[in-house]
């Protein structure tokens, strides 16, 4: 079984670029998010989504965008990066009621 | 607002019992679940409770007290592998939807 699937695993972007991170789940769960680990610290919250067509705000927000058009994706958009947006992104998915199944992550460098 | 509190860092023998505690004040309650995560690692689940008591699954254990708004993870027979970061996590919000995550307690055992 696959699991969560995120892409790419590394990434060095430059002030001002864009890109998307990509995430999939072959688990049918109908809930996804989107985390970012700061070294050290815990994880922070950006976009969720409860099901296909519906995404609601995290802590985190800003600097981001997302969409879900299908069960199993759920891409996140960094716009503009900013040196920030530094950080492991997380994407994980989870059934109604156990736990949030996590990816390996994406390391994002912003320089 | 939301608030989960673990302490940072802890140290342990090898072979002996550690007990990482957690708080939490959160708006809705859907279970409170226990990670560990290693380092450069995605995090893997651990245990959950939904109600009261003690879970015990092979040297791990969570207890909750919802009441209190208090768990605690009891790991026994520690071995050098356990040395991650153990992260509590309440699973809340308006809908039960979203898993909000502590900063972690860093475990180090030693030989």
């Known amino acids: 079984n696959a699991g969560v699937t995120q892409t790419p695993k590394f990434r060095i972007l430059k002030i001002g670029q864009s890109m998307t991170l990509q995430c999939t789940q072959d688990?049918?769960?109908?809930?996804m998010y989107w985390y970012r680990q700061d070294p050290g610290m815990g994880l922070k919250l950006i976009y969720y989504?409860?099901?296909?067509?519906?995404?609601d705000k995290g802590e985190v927000p800003n600097g981001y965008n997302v969409s879900r058009s299908t069960t199993e994706d759920f891409p996140l958009r960094l716009e503009l990066a900013a040196p920030s947006q530094t950080s492991v992104y997380f994407c994980?998915?989870?059934?109604?009621?156990?736990?949030?199944?996590f990816g390996q992550g994406t390391r994002l460098t912003v320089v | 607002g939301q608030n989960i509190d673990q302490p940072t860092e802890m140290t342990a023998t090898e072979g002996a019992i550690v007990q990482i505690n957690c708080t939490y004040q959160?708006?809705?309650?859907?279970?409170l679940f226990w990670y560990q995560q290693h380092a450069g690692e995605a995090p893997t689940f651990l245990s959950y409770?939904?109600?009261?008591g003690l879970e015990e699954k092979g040297r791990f254990s969570s207890f909750l007290s919802r009441s209190k708004g208090y768990s605690y993870l009891l790991l026994k027979e520690l071995q050098m592998k356990d040395s991650a970061s153990y992260l509590c996590?309440?699973?809340?919000?308006?809908?039960?939807?979203?898993?909000?995550f502590g900063p972690g307690t860093r475990l180090s055992v030693l030989p």
């Open positions: 994980a998915s989870s059934p109604s009621n156990t736990e949030a199944f």
């Open positions: 688990m049918n769960h109908n809930y």
């Open positions: 989504s409860v099901g296909a067509g519906i995404t």
């Open positions: 959160t708006s809705g309650f859907n279970g």
């Open positions: 409770n939904v109600l009261d």
């Open positions: 996590a309440v699973r809340g919000g308006d809908y039960g939807q979203n898993f909000v």
